[in-house]
């Protein structure tokens, strides 16, 4: 297991509605990663942040955006969901920015998002 | 446009037997190819990676081999074990963007090892 936590485990939203999703980074960790996986596809990259400032983005458009804490954990927030935002939502903390090589990145267990 | 083809979409194995998933990359720049490991209700593990100086990783039952002029890594699981059930991804990244990228998954093999 690894100590990366992410709350809450299920959601249920409606189209429109606004989610706001959270993670905790394991020990050590100050950059965070957040990953969409949608049903029976690979994790997609988000964005990162690392020491509270954005660090790279993925293809999403702004209204996913983030929040990284002094104790590095961090928020994913949507506004106006869409149906095609229901999936897995992948957190992963690292130690820092060297790169996944070096860096490894661990993730949580996911918060499972349905859009209604 | 997906930058990393994994093959198959699912598999399945006798207990002993050889896993082997395979993938393909497009960007050049990609310069580190891990593989994950995903149980149900579970994130994403790191089981194994390479960087592209070299042409074999072994690490226990599991041996990722790459072929940099075709732009092809494949994950081999040795001695299939029941506990090796689970879906397999392989990923690829730009380590000089310092993560900023993140990393690229393949779409993912759901891995079946019969008893």
């Known amino acids: 297991e690894t100590g990366v936590t992410q709350s809450p485990t299920h959601l249920i939203k409606t189209r429109g509605q606004q989610v706001t999703l959270r993670c905790s980074s394991q020990s050590g960790h100050n950059t965070v990663s957040w990953y969409q996986q949608a049903l029976g596809q690979g994790p997609q990259f988000i964005f990162q942040y690392y020491r509270e400032e954005e660090n790279g983005r993925g293809n999403f458009p702004p209204r996913f955006s983030g929040l990284q804490f002094p104790n590095y954990s961090s928020e994913l927030n949507v506004n106006a969901l869409e149906l095609d935002d229901s999936a897995l939502y992948l957190c992963?903390?690292?130690?820092?920015?060297?790169?996944?090589?070096?860096?490894?990145?661990?993730f949580g267990p996911g918060t499972r998002l349905t859009v209604l | 446009q997906q930058q990393v083809k994994q093959s198959p979409q699912s598999l399945i194995v006798q207990k002993g037997g050889i896993s082997i998933i395979n993938c393909a990359y497009e960007?050049?720049?990609?310069?580190?190819f891990p593989w994950y490991q995903q149980f149900p209700g579970k994130g994403p593990a790191l089981l194994i990676a390479?960087?592209?100086?070299?042409s074999e990783k072994k690490e226990g039952r599991f041996t990722i081999s790459f072929n940099k002029s075709a732009k092809q890594f494949s994950l081999h699981i040795m001695d299939s074990q029941p506990g090796d059930s689970a879906t397999y991804f392989c990923?690829?990244?730009?380590?000089?963007?310092?993560?900023?990228?993140?990393?690229?998954f393949g779409k993912g093999t759901h891995l079946i090892i019969q008893p």
């Open positions: 992963a903390s690292s130690r820092g920015l060297a790169g996944p090589s070096t860096d490894t990145q661990y």
């Open positions: 960007n050049t720049a990609f310069d580190y």
């Open positions: 990923a690829a990244s730009v380590e000089g963007t310092r993560g900023a990228d993140g990393l690229t």
């Open positions: 390479i960087r592209p100086d070299v």
